[in-house]
């Protein structure tokens, strides 16, 4: 059975640093794009990075551009999410997700195009 499972989620005050981490298991995931997404209570979930199958194209939502960096390590199946300058507004639980089929520099950014999630990691950024 395939699982995506997050990890390093937590507590940090606002300009801290926090690095998520993916592990996928059951598959491979080095033919897949790789994406975080995060959702804040009541708020929709929403796209924050995504890197392409052989890391070398990432991609970021505007307001996390310089301040998070998307990067995956294939061998391990993992991908991580390096969150610096931590700001309130960047609470919520973060979420993993694989798409398949994509082409190698492709980075999607939309929901629906990734068909496997993991549970999701709480982030909390106090101010």
């Known amino acids: 059975q395939e699982q995506l499972v997050e990890s390093g989620g937590g507590l940090v005050q606002a300009g801290g640093s926090l690095r998520l981490s993916c592990a996928a298991s059951?598959?491979?995931?080095?033919?897949?794009?790789l994406g975080w997404f995060r959702q804040a209570p009541g708020k929709e979930r929403k796209f924050v990075a995504a890197?392409?199958?052989?890391?070398?194209?990432?991609s970021y939502e505007d307001t996390v551009k310089g301040r998070f960096a998307i990067s995956r390590d294939n061998a391990k199946n993992t991908v991580f999410l390096q969150m610096n300058s931590l700001e309130p507004d960047d609470t919520a639980v973060y979420y993993c997700?694989?798409?398949?089929?994509?082409?190698?520099?492709?980075?999607?950014?939309?929901?629906?195009?990734?068909?496997?999630w993991g549970q999701g990691t709480q982030v909390t950024v106090s101010s």
């Open positions: 059951g598959r491979t995931f080095s033919s897949d794009a």
């Open positions: 890197v392409s199958r052989g890391g070398g194209r990432t």
């Open positions: 997700a694989a798409a398949r089929g994509r082409t190698y520099y492709n980075t999607p950014t939309e929901l629906f195009e990734y068909d496997r």
